[in-house]
């Protein structure tokens, strides 16, 4: 009996310690991401920019969740349909409130959604569902109603949207996927009436095309655009973009990525590096938002580097496809930085004069333009890149396959792992272990050297 109560003691302290300490890190780390509220007030809006609406060309909705809508998925195909110049593309919600992207993105919508059925008087012609964490059912509910109203239009879905759209009914009997993680961590059971498939890029059936994780939502949406509007279309968005896999969009089947032992580095990450990077991102009119979107998905969901949009106005930053950014800090009350990105290939003209005020204000932290001087690049290679020499370059490997990007063209320099993430366990754990031998030797031991004097 006493053996079993030591090994008890010491296996419940290692749970409490290791496991206590990483679960609440990993919780708040997530909940940073996927419901990051803001900390400085709304401010009063006078102007909002909406694109004009032109009866000759085709309507593509993209959702805004009430809660929160996952960057990556929202933002790039709203840019990449908007690029054509062949679409009306606005942002559209169940309500004008401000919505907010996952990291902290906050922007304005375009339209409810009870707006633009009377502009239109129809259904769109095409509908773009994000991933959209449902975790309030009452602030969701309408996303499924609206999605379920206009289910004869066509309907394209977003990495983990897809689980967004099998929600409303409309994938029954129907092919599809979505996230590689989706797979392994069973949601995609609970929608058993499915034909799900983790071995293709995008999955078309019928008027639903449905895509799998972030990057593969560029070849859906390069896909429906060759359909659509003809491949020199596609093409020439691929090469705005410097997509270097386009071949994906002819044939989209892969070798499926699996969770496996490379999840552990995010997972230390998100639990256990207590000493996060602070980054802000400035927001400036015209810039592009698939640049933007780079820095919210690739260092904000490392789970090593918090980001705050700063900017120089109170207004609404107008980007270049006219979405709205609401920024939540000012150049004069932005928290304490360790740095400051300034993103997109043209930010050096697009935000010359912010840059003037940034530096006249006499801001310690230098403006970095992390995409200028890469205009030949895609725009996650840069930073994947440079997350590996701010973090680790396993942080950065993974990071791309989060992303699936499969391009063999990222070149990683940098430290081989982070000694913060491993590190701290590695203390939690002996921590833990001295605790447990310390209850052993003052209480059990004690208590049974106790005994044997009594016998004595």
């Given at each position: 009996?006493?053996?079993?109560?030591?090994?008890?003691v010491?296996v419940?302290?290692?749970v409490i310690?290791?496991g206590?300490?990483g679960?609440?890190?990993?919780?708040?780390?997530n909940q940073?991401y996927?419901?990051?509220?803001?900390?400085?007030p709304?401010?009063?809006l006078?102007?909002?920019s909406v694109?004009?609406?032109?009866?000759?060309k085709p309507?593509?909705?993209?959702?805004?969740?009430n809660?929160?809508?996952?960057?990556?998925d929202f933002?790039?195909p709203?840019?990449?349909?908007a690029?054509?110049?062949?679409?009306?593309?606005?942002?559209?919600a169940?309500?004008?409130?401000?919505?907010t992207?996952?990291?902290g993105?906050?922007?304005?919508?375009?339209?409810?959604?009870?707006?633009?059925?009377?502009?239109?008087?129809?259904s769109?012609?095409l509908?773009?569902?994000p991933?959209?964490?449902?975790?309030?059912e009452?602030?969701?509910?309408?996303?499924?109603?609206w999605?379920?109203?206009?289910s004869?239009?066509?309907?394209?879905?977003?990495c983990?949207?897809?689980l967004?759209?099998?929600?409303t009914g409309?994938?029954k009997?129907?092919e599809a996927?979505?996230d590689?993680?989706s797979?392994?961590?069973?949601e995609?059971?609970k929608y058993p009436?499915?034909k799900?498939?983790?071995d293709l890029?995008y999955?078309?059936?019928g008027?639903?095309?449905?895509?799998a994780?972030?990057?593969?939502?560029?070849d859906?949406v390069?896909?429906v655009?060759?359909k659509?509007?003809?491949?020199?279309?596609?093409?020439k968005i691929?090469?705005?973009?410097?997509?270097p896999?386009?071949?994906?969009?002819?044939?989209?089947?892969v070798d499926?990525?699996?969770?496996d032992g490379?999840?552990?580095?995010?997972?230390?990450?998100t639990a256990?590096?207590w000493?996060?990077k602070t980054?802000?991102?400035?927001?400036?009119?015209?810039?592009?938002e698939g640049?933007l979107?780079?820095?919210?998905?690739?260092?904000?969901?490392?789970g090593?580097?918090?980001i705050?949009?700063v900017s120089?106005?109170k207004q609404?930053i107008?980007t270049?496809?006219?979405?709205?950014?609401?920024?939540?800090?000012?150049?004069?009350?932005?928290p304490k930085?360790?740095?400051?990105?300034?993103?997109?290939?043209?930010?050096?003209s697009?935000?010359?004069?912010?840059v003037k005020?940034?530096n006249?204000?006499?801001?310690?932290?230098?403006?970095e333009?992390?995409h200028s001087?890469?205009?030949?690049r895609f725009?996650?290679?840069?930073?994947?890149?440079?997350l590996?020499?701010?973090e680790d370059?396993?942080t950065?490997i993974?990071g791309?396959?989060?992303?699936?990007?499969?391009?063999?063209n990222?070149?990683?320099q940098?430290?081989p792992f982070?000694?913060?993430?491993?590190?701290?366990?590695v203390l939690?754990?002996?921590?833990?272990?001295?605790?447990a031998f310390?209850?052993d030797r003052?209480?059990?031991?004690k208590?049974k050297?106790?005994?044997q004097?009594i016998a004595l």
């Amino acid at each position: 009996m006493k053996l079993l109560l030591r090994v008890v003691v010491y296996v419940m302290t290692f749970v409490i310690f290791f496991g206590g300490i990483g679960v609440y890190g990993y919780i708040r780390t997530n909940q940073e991401y996927w419901n990051p509220a803001r900390q400085t007030p709304f401010p009063a809006l006078q102007r909002v920019s909406v694109p004009e609406y032109n009866q000759k060309k085709p309507t593509v909705a993209v959702i805004l969740s009430n809660q929160t809508t996952e960057v990556f998925d929202f933002m790039v195909p709203y840019e990449m349909f908007a690029m054509t110049e062949s679409y009306n593309v606005y942002a559209v919600a169940p309500d004008k409130n401000m919505k907010t992207l996952s990291g902290g993105l906050d922007l304005i919508p375009h339209y409810s959604f009870d707006e633009l059925d009377r502009l239109l008087g129809r259904s769109p012609d095409l509908i773009v569902i994000p991933a959209m964490p449902i975790v309030d059912e009452v602030k969701y509910k309408t996303v499924r109603e609206w999605i379920r109203k206009h289910s004869d239009t066509e309907l394209l879905s977003i990495c983990a949207g897809g689980l967004n759209l099998a929600d409303t009914g409309l994938l029954k009997g129907k092919e599809a996927t979505t996230d590689w993680k989706s797979f392994d961590y069973q949601e995609v059971n609970k929608y058993p009436d499915t034909k799900w498939r983790r071995d293709l890029r995008y999955v078309v059936d019928g008027n639903i095309v449905s895509s799998a994780a972030i990057t593969s939502g560029i070849d859906a949406v390069l896909y429906v655009i060759s359909k659509q509007l003809g491949e020199p279309m596609a093409e020439k968005i691929a090469n705005k973009i410097h997509y270097p896999s386009y071949h994906f969009v002819k044939n989209p089947k892969v070798d499926p990525y699996y969770v496996d032992g490379s999840e552990l580095i995010y997972t230390f990450n998100t639990a256990f590096q207590w000493h996060k990077k602070t980054a802000g991102v400035w927001l400036y009119d015209g810039m592009d938002e698939g640049a933007l979107t780079t820095i919210f998905d690739t260092y904000a969901n490392s789970g090593t580097t918090k980001i705050y949009t700063v900017s120089n106005v109170k207004q609404p930053i107008v980007t270049k496809y006219n979405l709205n950014l609401v920024t939540r800090y000012h150049m004069w009350d932005v928290p304490k930085l360790d740095r400051m990105f300034v993103p997109g290939e043209e930010a050096k003209s697009l935000a010359a004069e912010e840059v003037k005020d940034w530096n006249v204000r006499g801001n310690k932290v230098n403006l970095e333009f992390i995409h200028s001087g890469y205009s030949d690049r895609f725009m996650f290679d840069v930073t994947l890149e440079d997350l590996a020499k701010q973090e680790d370059i396993l942080t950065a490997i993974y990071g791309a396959k989060r992303i699936e990007y499969r391009a063999e063209n990222l070149k990683f320099q940098g430290s081989p792992f982070s000694y913060e993430s491993f590190g701290i366990p590695v203390l939690i754990s002996l921590a833990a272990i001295l605790t447990a031998f310390f209850i052993d030797r003052r209480f059990i031991r004690k208590e049974k050297k106790g005994r044997q004097s009594i016998a004595l």
